[in-house]
């Protein structure tokens, strides 16, 4: 058993702990299609659900027949607010503290809303049951441009809240205004403002788009009527939070519920909040005494379940001739659809926007967030992002560019004269946040290094003057971003969801044969957390991460926590590992000092094994330990070796990152292709560089999507244009752009392990540096800023506006 | 709604099953057959989640009526594994270059990478992301899907050439 022909590198390259690309446990399943997603589930007798929806963005519901419906083959039942209303379930709360209509109670306020749920035997039956239903509907008034819904004539979309001239967030102003969040010194920023050398103002809107995970949402409700208990199994990326949320609306008792996130396709925030949809099938099923599953389409998806951002962010920088940066200012109007059902910690309606000071030191800042009601669909989650972080890096990395035009500077330079410096941190911001760690000066000279910065800029010169000389008709554009994320939400002492604080947890049991299992409050949407904990698990007390199972996403198994989403599973469940496995490492620690016969100080941690110190050859590996903590009465001690740990972090995590990209732009078809795109991020330390390069892969290619050409639109009826994959944007592998990934590492200070998160920084990061790209290949023209999302039509427009077609 | 009779072979074996004729095969797969490996991610033939192998071709089940697979030869992922249970070559690369992240999307992809394969069998990675666009992943932004491909089309060539 001692084998001391292994070095301790041997023994810790067997362990496949953190800092390796361990392969994926996951994939084992995935790729032979013996994963077990939501609509993969089928019970005996199972039910099958679908809604009728709203054909118009606002009007009265008069009435709805159901008669013909029932008539048809296979139709069950068919719900409707009235069926709803006894049981209190016609309207449900919200995230954001607003509630929503679970079905159309009186009126519809979106195109697509949910009218009424039909139960059938199987999903064709479901289908015609629903083409049977009657609805006659009285159109209202349209308004679907939020700073049209604010003026005074404009029509009164919630009537349920009429005479309410205070909201979950303060006071409303307005029949359709539902909150104004203020953040920073609005007095000392308008005066830095008067007095600056030089302002650039504009208004930057980040358009409505969703996050349109490839597995659509659903669930199957069954409601066991013997014993009581009700199984939900669902696309959730927080279990734990719906059960509670369950049990609050419902009046089920929460230890009778049950709640379970099987294999989920990809998330993305799409499958944070509640929808009607498992609310229904939650009560279909207790209707009916059999399991119902609801499963919605793509277009459901696309028009009825949480779009993101929609953010109109006006901003004003001030600077010095120089260009050091003064001040910031900025006020939104954030469109929210027909209910405000974000996904925000409860104190922040605007997420963390307030980090839009992004990574500069600016010494006063003033930001201010209007929401308003709108006739779409409610939404405004964290696409990728965490809490409105997209919103806020594109509005400051675009000001910062516009400023760079005013200045007449290179938008690097600016940058870097700009950055937060290393010795800064800990660093407090003008709006309010400690920034953790960062060492940005680093991050962006080894990135401007990477691309060879001033040689694309002479090409871009060189090309710019053959196009002037009617030689070429492409131009380069060079996209430049340094972004700064606040992800691992969060501290308790601020961040809650509905009165949850935003805590995580991790419970280990090690087996007395040495092996292992952990439980998670997290659940993972394709980030490989059965891969990457175990890795944390391996290196904090030595044992093999192939011996380590992991679970997450089962209510009635996994220690409480509140999902993964925000990018917090790491910042938080990971740390949650860690101190779990800590706890286990010091019981170890006195087992072994028990076996050696020695005191518990004078044993040594050595990757997978105590030793006595000044003697390794005198140890106990863990597998002996473990086995000694299931059969030896030591004195003082509970037999067993398990933990758990329930961690609220002190701060949140920033990690940052520089990406650039190199685009050629047709100026007569207004088509673009992608050169070059550099990501650098420094997610502090690395637990899985494998699966970070993923992430970095994935997250840009979302952020290509919505900067060059995805988006959620509606014309001015309030019919939704984008309901389809024909007509709204997710890349192929033929469109998608290479990407070159890099990283420098910074540790976070206050994490167990230095991790600070990495899912969503490339979402963050590549929007602003594929839209900076397309701006700046037309700087030289005259252009200052365009909307994106950057289509050829748009691109070409550009070209258009400026002359540039001769 | 009077039901047709319908006779397949999925994955080397003879099957069969009751369906009406507006039945869609990737419902008659997942649903009566059971074979849950396919995936519905849209049902308009843009995403090729569902996508098998049918009569030699890639085939999006979703935009297939069942009648109109009367007797069909189909393949999905779970066919593609060796006759010893171990993972195919193609399933083997996407793990080993980490061409999958949530997994909704992979057997399609690797149904589609099966048949792209033997339709070209040295491909360049142009060509790869070519024939491959017909297949939407939310996750990977298709770089290892990419890179998995290309090493699963040498190591097949080399196997090829061994065996000859």
């Not at chain 1, 950055?419 to 680093?442: C, M, N, V």
């Not at chain 1, 059965?530 to 991460?545: C, D, H, K, Y």
């Not at chain 1, 701006?775 to 800023?785: I, K, S, Y």
């Not at chain 2, 843009?46 to 069942?66: E, L, P, Q």
Request: hydrophobic share 40%.
């Amino acid at each position: 058993m001692n084998d001391q022909s292994n070095t301790p590198e041997d023994r810790s390259t067997r362990l496949k702990g953190m800092g390796c690309s361990r392969k994926r446990v996951e994939d084992v399943r995935f790729t032979q299609g013996k994963g077990n997603y939501v609509d993969d589930i089928r019970m005996d007798g199972m039910l099958f659900g679908d809604f009728v929806r709203s054909p118009y963005a606002h009007a009265r519901v008069v009435s709805i027949d159901s008669a013909a419906a029932m008539k048809v083959p296979g139709v069950l039942a068919v719900i409707t607010a009235k069926e709803l209303e006894p049981l209190g379930l016609h309207w449900m709360p919200t995230l954001a503290g607003d509630k929503q209509m679970v079905l159309a109670d009186g009126k519809v306020l979106f195109q697509g809303q949910e009218v009424a749920f039909v139960v059938a035997t199987d999903r064709y039956a479901a289908s015609d049951g629903v083409a049977a239903v009657e609805v006659e509907y009285d159109e209202l008034p349209v308004v679907v441009d939020p700073f049209k819904a604010l003026e005074p004539d404009a029509p009164v979309l919630r009537e349920d809240l009429a005479g309410q001239t205070t909201g979950a967030h303060g006071p409303r102003r307005h029949h359709n205004h539902i909150f104004t969040w203020e953040v920073g010194d609005k007095e000392a920023t308008e005066a830095v403002l008067a007095g600056a050398d030089v302002v650039a103002e504009e208004m930057v809107y980040y358009h409505r788009t969703h996050p349109s995970p490839l597995e659509t949402c659903g669930c199957v409700a069954s409601m066991d009527k013997v014993n009581g208990k009700l199984t939900v199994w669902g696309t959730f990326q927080a279990p734990h939070a719906v059960r509670t949320v369950a049990s609050l609306i419902s009046g089920i008792a929460e230890h009778n519920i049950r709640i379970i996130s099987p294999d989920i396709g990809g998330g993305f925030g799409n499958k944070v909040g509640v929808y009607p949809g498992y609310i229904c099938a939650i009560v279909a099923s207790i209707v009916t005494g059999k399991p119902v599953k609801w499963v919605e389409s793509r277009m459901d998806n696309l028009m009825a379940t949480a779009f993101a951002r929609d953010y109109w962010m006006k901003g004003r920088i001030a600077a010095t001739k120089a260009g050091k940066i003064t001040g910031l200012w900025c006020h939104t109007t954030a469109d929210h659809g027909g209910f405000d059902a974000c996904a925000d910690p409860s104190k922040f309606p605007a997420g963390f926007m307030n980090i839009c000071t992004g990574s500069y030191d600016i010494p006063v800042a003033y930001l201010a967030v209007d929401g308003v009601y709108t006739n779409k669909a409610p939404g405004g989650v964290a696409y990728r992002c965490s809490f409105r972080v997209t919103e806020a890096a594109y509005f400051i990395e675009r000001m910062i560019e516009v400023l760079a035009i005013r200045l007449g500077m290179d938008a690097a330079e600016l940058r870097r004269i700009n950055f937060i410096r290393k010795d800064q941190f800990p660093y407090q911001s003008a709006l309010g946040w400690e920034y953790d760690s960062g060492d940005y000066h680093t991050a962006w000279d080894k990135a401007l290094k990477a691309v060879g910065y001033d040689a694309l800029r002479a090409e871009q010169a060189q090309r710019l003057a053959d196009f002037k000389a009617g030689k070429t008709r492409r131009l380069i554009g060079i996209g430049l971003a340094h972004f700064t994320e606040i992800v691992g939400a969060g501290p308790v002492k601020n961040c809650d969801i509905l009165g949850l604080g935003m805590f995580d947890s991790c419970e280990i049991r090690i087996h007395p044969t040495g092996s292992a299992i952990a439980r998670l409050g997290t659940i993972s949407q394709g980030q490989g957390h059965a891969t990457t904990f175990a890795q944390i698990i391996a290196s904090e007390i030595g044992i093999p991460a192939d011996d380590i199972t992991l679970e997450e996403g089962d209510t009635d198994t996994a220690p409480y926590g509140l999902g993964t989403y925000g990018s917090r599973s790491t910042p938080v469940a990971g740390a949650a590992t860690a101190m779990a496995a800590r706890k286990i490492r010091a019981k170890a620690q006195m087992i072994a000092a028990y076996l050696l016969e020695v005191h518990d100080d004078d044993v040594e941690f050595d990757v997978d094994r105590f030793a006595v110190k000044g003697a390794p050859e005198r140890f106990k590996t863990m597998k002996e330990i473990a086995f000694a903590a299931y059969n030896q009465a030591i004195p003082g001690l509970e037999p067993g070796l398990e933990a758990v740990s329930y961690y609220d972090p002190p701060n949140m995590t920033y990690p940052f990152g520089a990406y650039i990209c190199v685009m050629e732009i047709d100026v007569d078809t207004g088509e673009h292709e992608i050169r070059m795109f550099y990501a650098l991020d420094d997610c502090g330390t690395r637990i899985n560089p494998m699966i970070i390069e993923g992430q970095v892969h994935g997250g840009a290619t979302e952020g290509y999507a919505i900067a060059m050409g995805q988006e959620i639109a509606y014309d001015e009826m309030g019919n939704h244009k984008t309901a389809t994959l024909m007509d709204f944007f997710i890349p192929t592998s033929w469109e998608t752009p290479h990407y070159t990934t890099d990283h420098t590492v910074t540790p976070s200070p206050h994490h167990p392990i230095g991790a600070k998160g990495v899912g969503e920084s490339p979402n963050v990061g590549s929007v602003p540096a594929f839209s900076n790209a397309v701006h700046d290949a037309f700087r030289p023209f005259g252009l200052v800023h365009s909307h994106m999302p950057h289509d050829h039509w748009r691109v070409w427009k550009i070209a258009r506006d400026l002359g540039l077609h001769g | 709604m009077s039901k047709m009779h319908i006779t397949l072979t999925v994955n080397g074996t003879a099957v069969e099953g009751l369906a009406e004729p507006r039945t869609l095969l990737i419902h008659f797969l997942r649903e009566t057959l059971r074979i849950t490996g396919p995936h519905i991610g849209c049902e308009t033939s843009h995403c090729g989640a569902c996508t098998i192998d049918m009569n030699g071709k890639s085939v999006k089940s979703c935009t297939v009526f069942v009648g109109q697979a009367q007797g069909a030869e189909i393949t999905t992922v779970e066919g593609l594994v060796n006759a010893d249970g171990s993972l195919g070559v193609i399933q083997e690369n996407f793990r080993e270059h980490h061409g999958l992240q949530c997994g909704f999307c992979t057997p399609g992809m690797i149904t589609r990478a099966h048949r792209f394969l033997q339709e070209n069998p040295a491909p360049t990675e142009a060509e790869v992301r070519f024939g491959m666009a017909g297949n939407l992943c939310r996750c990977t932004g298709y770089q290892n899907i990419v890179k998995a491909i290309l090493a699963s089309a040498a190591q097949l060539n080399a196997a090829k050439e061994a065996a000859e």
